[in-house]
């Protein structure tokens, strides 16, 4: 119940440990069409150039970055967390100039914060933000911002790597031009691919730059060989790690997304319920609180490292740290894809009482 | 029987579907530590910085270059078939100068070719051969270009992807600063991960640059705090990939370094006999042939493609392609881990003649 990987379902292990066959295989190829087509499904988007990056999130963030990035473009980056700053980091790296639009850890991106960032600069190629940030559970929205970004003529980059899966992500309808996930969250799979989409305008960029994307690996010029219908050998491909993510995306189809989501949402409402009967909130801001992450105030007088340490040995409850600014004041209770259980919560509430009731 | 991915036992199979723990978890930590100490023993190595990258070979590659090249490097690149071409896309991608020291596909880098280069380039921060090259079965010997290299000052980069597991790869011996390689090819693991090994003349350079890595993922200076002592999370590390890398590491030092290797030879020789007596010769250089790796011939009037279908369609055995310049005049049949078996070379020999036979 930590902050991933979360659980995986017994038949997507299953999956994972079929025999190899070769990543040029009739086989794979028709395996690596499915997954593309499932995941437009997941993602709510039409884009061409959906598919797994062969790396984990972080590398399907980097994927983005460089593709998107030439040396010298401003990049509007909202930084409310730990993922917010990686994002900065990753993007000066592409030799973009950052400018920061910071929130309280635990509190969304508001809208009105990227309009004052878009007076100063006010032709940024690009605008990022965080959707559902792992290390604070806040949840911030969309629309607004990307339609801010797009009036300035920017990209719009969105990170759904705990949000994919759990809640609503919607790439088109919010007109996202690149965005990232990952595997071990809400898709319950293991780690190891990092899904992306780019739309079309994202694309044209990309393949119109002036200089070569900096990363071999990550360049989605080359790519789009292996993965479109030319079938160009780029790299080999993680096969068993996209055996299993064929069968976990199969799995989350067959629930549904709208059954989907409103399981995460229920099993999260009975936690942060139960939480409050004994007196403990949630760190992040009200109105935007995360299903699928929970960021639960240490009680006072309770050491955070004891309590994880309890839950752990004594209840066989994993969950996470406080991480930045929240270090030693909160747990990070993950109900992501099959971790989000009735069962499992009331678990967890049981243990948390035993250990941290007043 | 293709150029990698080879085939996998089922013990590692098994040991990549157990369930996940996550990627700080004390299980997975000893875990990681048990790794690092069986790569050492593969790579016969003492380097501290030997681990496996997030990402398959072609991320290893990567990794070592963006480590140690700045922009206006000089870089070497001996090229002799499709990787060394991409080494120098790679090089040039994190701005170095490259100096391409080219040999005919098939054959190998000779160690009086880089002597001229260095005439002309006295002073390169880094020289970089493939040592098994997977396109054309070639491979070159290391010693006195790693000796040559060192003597001009620079760092000695080595491409064993193909090597690693298969014949006798001396990391310490040779005086190699950077190494990569992969699991899918003689480690017989699926692909999704590229053991690397850093001297610590090439940390010094790593940790000493000007300018930052340009990849936040491929970072050694961030990697080394995940994978050393502090334990410091980057990113999530794929934690099924390296249960099963664990096992096939586990395997390859239980039938021992020697052994495995005399076992590749063997089968190679029987191989390349089995294909001269039906007048079929191997396309790599006398004396520097791949045990794990045989460019075979197409005999004269036979179409390489067909050839490959009906070995596929009526034996069942999947061969690879010639690549680049030996597009259409060899099938190269992969004799790799677990693929490196007598009855195997029986069956394709058998398929062979049964199709091919002049």
Redesign the interface.
């Known amino acids: 119940m930590?902050p991933?990987?979360s659980?995986?379902a017994s038949s997507v292990?299953?999956a994972?440990?079929?025999?190899?066959v070769?990543?040029l295989?009739p086989v794979f190829v028709n395996m690596m069409e499915e997954i593309k087509t499932m995941l437009r499904v997941v993602f709510q988007t039409k884009n061409e150039m959906t598919f797994p990056v062969?790396?984990?999130?972080?590398?399907g963030?980097?994927f983005c970055f460089v593709n998107l990035i030439e040396p010298g473009d401003d990049v509007i980056v909202g930084v409310n967390g730990v993922f917010g700053n990686?994002m900065v980091?990753?993007a000066?790296?592409?030799g973009a100039r950052v400018t920061k639009v910071e929130s309280e850890w635990g509190r969304i991106i508001d809208a009105q914060q990227i309009r004052e960032a878009l007076q100063k600069v006010p032709k940024p190629k690009l605008v990022a933000i965080v959707h559902a940030e792992t290390s604070t559970g806040a949840l911030t929205p969309v629309e607004e911002i990307s339609k801010l970004a797009h009036d300035a003529g920017a990209l719009f980059l969105l990170d759904t790597v705990t949000s994919l899966g759990g809640c609503p992500v919607k790439i088109d309808e919010w007109q996202v031009d690149a965005v990232y996930s990952?595997t071990?969250k809400c898709l319950s799979c293991?780690?190891?691919l990092s899904p992306v989409s780019l739309s079309a305008r994202a694309m044209e960029v990309a393949t119109r730059r002036k200089k070569?994307?900096?990363?071999?690996?990550l360049d989605v010029n080359l790519l789009s060989s292996y993965w479109g219908q030319e079938r160009v050998?780029?790299?080999?491909?993680?096969?068993?790690?996209n055996y299993?993510l064929h069968e976990a995306l199969r799995l989350v189809l067959h629930e549904g997304l709208e059954k989907r989501f409103r399981r995460h949402e229920e099993n999260h409402l009975m936690l942060k319920r139960g939480l409050s009967e004994m007196g403990v909130g949630l760190a992040s801001q009200e109105g935007h609180q995360l299903w699928q992450l929970n960021a639960a105030k240490v009680p006072e007088g309770v050491d955070d490292a004891k309590l994880r340490k309890r839950l752990l040995t004594e209840h066989n409850i994993?969950v996470g740290a406080g991480l930045g600014s929240l270090k030693g004041k909160i747990i990070r209770v993950g109900l992501m894809g099959e971790t989000s259980k009735r069962e499992k919560v009331e678990k967890f509430l049981a243990a948390f009482r035993a250990i941290a009731k007043p």
């Open positions: 930590g991933g990987p659980d995986v292990l299953r994972m440990s079929q025999p190899l070769g990543h295989d062969s790396g984990t999130g972080s590398a963030m980097e990686r980091d990753v000066e790296r592409c990952a071990q293991p780690p190891g070569k994307v900096q990363s071999w690996y050998y780029h790299h080999t491909a993680p096969i068993s790690m299993a994993e």
